[in-house]
């Protein structure tokens, strides 16, 4: 909406006042005395000075998100060509604005012009000359964005100038320019990181300016200001939608369909300035079109930087793959172009070369580059808008690159996982339709790479047709797996052998039913029968009123019963999980429902109210259950297998060396997805603390050393006192060091391969429903049984193991779509399917042998024959093949890579390896995750199991006691 509240102005205090009691003034350093130039000119005195509302010069220090957004709105109230909107809330509850910047003429038609860029940006029906008539009369549309970073502050401040520069600048270069376009400027897209950051110099900052890159008033500390309120970086999130601050912003850029979009960053202080465009690897789904108009953009910002004298590079360490970024744009029809600026956190850096280079001279390197893109677009607009509609036009083709293809995302009853999946979807303006009965379609492929001629659909299947407007991000996000160019391969591989490098600068693998864990297939047809545009299906009202109601119960199956189970835990109702599924009464229940049932809860009937409560927040549907007795062998409501739950108290580790990436996406989680009670502590002091309070502990990814060999001894004391420690990627290295685990890593015993093996043997004969029934009945002893460790095959000699070990170790992967099978019996995979989706990069690799449970492992098996998954080998005892440490049937094949990059060696050393372990220790229990769970906020399988074990792990993983 339109701001129309007026802040009162606040001027900051100059740097000098703030050290009111020093009395000493800095000794003079000529060379921070920029003598650059951004406001040049005659402006218009009406619209106030940003000094006069900053209290300073932009660029001599960092304003802060409060005297940014006090600024957007004094401007706003002063001139006519402004109009500014706040879009979002960030997490902490600081707004987030765009200005609409152009010439008045343009801003009261404003309107007008994005229904006619819609009409643009969707032309089902439009010709060529009717899209040239359109075009004559649009002005371009620039979306200019600053900051995403909180600690990349020059970007905010220049977005500050130009503001200023375009609502008061007197010059008819200004004047026109503003006819010609319309100019939305995003000034700070992560005001809580810039906050923190900006308070992190203002504690830091001493009386003399200081120029060394390794002060901490350069560096900050931990979690440093780069990410927003929980630790994300938002410059990831494009495509995934986490966060308000991304999902308002997109919301608006869907809207405006702009022509150029930047995105002022900065990198290493050492460095100097670079831009677009890119190096490989390049996402193919970016047009031929908009590379050329990105070569075009970088002459001219070239040109404008070789004027000043200003050194840049482009390419080099910015590659374009990953199609998350703010990059998104380019996949919607947008230039898009980033800027990396030297960064200077404030004051200058004393360069290589000797020179210090100013904050002011950074914040007007991103000044010139806004002004040197903005005047290339006001040249070209009209051109960029004809192969902007021929590249849409191309894209709803019958005859088009994306004619023929479609996506398919099979129904599921995990109904909150499906509908968070829908709404990212729509987030991104995709057309979505629902089969409305029994499909049949052809040449199909599924996420795993395989081929069918013919599958049926079954009724309520999500179909998204790749033949849209918006084909080339459909594409990009929805692809089971992305194609790499044969060159970049190659000198990928290259850079491995070499010396370790890599090209890829992000991870190679996105998709996202991948990452939301939904079985889905891609098919070559476009549908236009028996299908209907998706609306949400209406929820038929429970009754839960009936006085033979002896539970509630809500399904195992959906991620919504995590914080069902939590939120209630916390409110003192007593729960019981289902760990194998049943049939009570007409309620079919599967693993891992929630029941509250009469017996436990004293004041039933409150216990039912507060369930309705929650359910509704967390929109799932609650079950009246009437009968106890399970339909023939299945569980009854009395059994083992109605397990008592126990309310968790969770502590999570935080502080130097754990990363806050990681950090803050377990703290999302939890706040997320169950908004229960937790703490956070600081690793500095575990050595101090009464770990009594809590019964769950949880370790995430780290980097360096966190905690004391004294710490790790009173944490296994307190695992074995009953508490449930759950430990995660880095971590887990430690946990393993520190003797808290029997569980290895992979390097570390390749002496005992086939004792592991014959443990991972055991696995699967347990899933086996084969039985030699005369073998079995037979009254004389057989002197012919076959044992595991009898097996015909030739295995690796350690030796030999360790040489490929050793090799196979540099193709680790940046980041991989890895297939993984779980154990359907185990807790922990509550809400699992047998086979599913991995992220997984150069994590740990976990070997579990009888000691452990590995609840995940890496690899699901395929009959080599047909081609068809199973669960077990039925000749798992037959003639078998090494693979490395582990072993094969000869007749079954193995599959590990689904999407990204995962070079053969990569995929044979990760192979059979445990992703997820847990594992008895004392009355406690430690749990391993190999990978992060929980990954960009967006791995929704993994996010669940690390839900099950923070909120069934103390009732369901340690030894119950009874308070008397």
Sequence with gaps: MKIKTMIPLALSLLAGTLNAAIKLTPTPLDELNYQGKMLTGEYNKSITLPEDILGFPVGQRVASPEQISQAVVHWDQQSDRIKAFEYARSHEGRPLHYLLISSPENLAKADEIKTQLAKLSNPKQMTESEAKSIIKQLPGVAWMSYSIHGNESSGADAALAAIYHLAASESAEIKQLLKDLIIIVDPLMNPDGRARFSQELEINRSVAANVDNQSVLHTGTW????????????????????????????????????????????????????????????????????????????????????????????????????????????????????????????????????????????????????????????????????????????????????????????????HSRIKNFIDLMQLQGFELYVTTKELAVSDVTDQLGRKQSKRKLPKGTLIIPNRQAEARLVAAMLEFDTPIKKEVLVEERQRNLRDGSSLMYDTTAWNITMMHGLEAVSFNQYLTSSIEAYKPAPTAPVSLASESTIAIAVQGDDDASNGFAARLMEQGIQLRALDKKTTLGDIELSRGSILITKTDNRNFQQAIALAQKESETLSITLFSVEKGLGEGDLPDWGGKHFRLLKRPQIALLSGNNYSSYDVGAIWHSIDSHLGI????????????????????????????????????????????????????????????????????????????????????????????????????????????????????????????????????????????????????????????????????????????????????????????????????????????????????????????????????????????????????????????????????????????????????????????????
Excluded: C
């Design 223 to 414: 979690p440093y200001g780069r990410t927003n309120h929980y630790y994300f970086d938002l410059n990831r999130d494009f495509i995934l939608g986490v966060h308000p601050e991304t999902r308002g912003r997109v919301t608006m850029i869907n809207e405006w369909h702009p022509q150029l979009m930047i995105d002022g960053h900065e990198m290493g202080p050492m460095n100097t300035y670079l831009f677009a465009p890119a190096r490989e690897p390049i996402n193919t789904h970016i047009s031929k079109a908009r590379k050329q108009w990105g070569l075009v953009f970088a002459n001219d910002q070239a040109e404008a930087f070789d004027q000043e004298g200003w050194r840049y590079y482009t390419g080099e360490w910015f590659e374009n793959l990953y199609p998350g970024y703010s990059s998104y744009a380019e996949f919607r029809g947008a230039v898009h172009i980033l800027y990396e600026q030297a960064r200077i956190a404030e004051d200058g850096i004393r360069r290589p070369e000797g020179r210090i280079e100013t904050y002011k001279e950074a914040v007007h390197h991103q000044f010139v580059s806004t002004f040197a893109n903005l005047k290339t677009l006001q040249k070209h607009s009209q051109a960029m808008y004809l192969d902007y509609f021929k590249e849409k036009k191309e894209n709803i083709s019958s005859k088009g690159p994306y004619a023929d293809r479609s996506f398919a995302i099979l129904p599921s009853n995990n």
């Design 677 to 964: 009670r937790f703490s956070r502590l600081d690793s500095s002091v575990v050595d101090g603390m009464d770990l009594r309070r809590y019964n769950v502990l949880v370790l995430p990814h780290k980097y360096g050393k966190t905690l004391s060999k004294n710490a790790y001894q009173r944490i296994d004391q307190w695992v074995k006192n009953g508490g449930t420690l759950v430990a995660i990627d880095g971590s887990v290295r430690d946990v393993i060091e520190n003797n808290l685990t029997t569980v290895k890593q992979l390097s570390d015993v390749l002496d005992k391969a086939e004792d592991y093996d014959i443990s991972l043997q055991r696995e699967r004969l347990a899933l086996s429903d084969e039985i030699d029934m005369e073998e079995t009945n037979q009254h004389i002893v057989s002197d012919e049984l076959k044992y595991p460790w009898d097996l015909e095959v030739k295995r690796f000699k350690k030796d030999q193991l360790e040489k490929r070990d050793q090799w196979q170790q540099r193709f680790m992967p940046s980041g991989a779509m890895i297939a993984a099978r779980s154990d359907q019996k185990h807790w922990m995979n509550f809400g699992i399917h047998r086979h599913f989706p991995l992220l997984f990069a150069d994590n740990p690799l976990l070997m579990s042998d009888d000691s452990s449970e590995a609840t995940a492992r890496i690899g699901i098996l395929q009959d080599k024959e047909s081609g068809k998954i199973i669960q077990l080998a039925q000749s798992v005892l037959g003639k078998r093949k090494a693979i490395g440490w582990s072993t094969l049937p000869e007749d079954h094949d193995l599959i590990v890579r689904m999407s990204g990059l995962l070079w053969p060696e990569a995929a044979q050393r990760i192979a059979n390896t445990a992703a997820v372990t847990r594992e008895q220790r004392g009355a406690g229990q430690v749990i391993l995750f190999a990978a992060q769970p929980n990954f960009r906020g967006s791995t929704k399988t993994t996010n669940r199991m690390l839900l099950n074990a923070l909120i069934y792990g103390p009732g369901l993983g340690t030894r119950p006691t009874i308070a008397l």
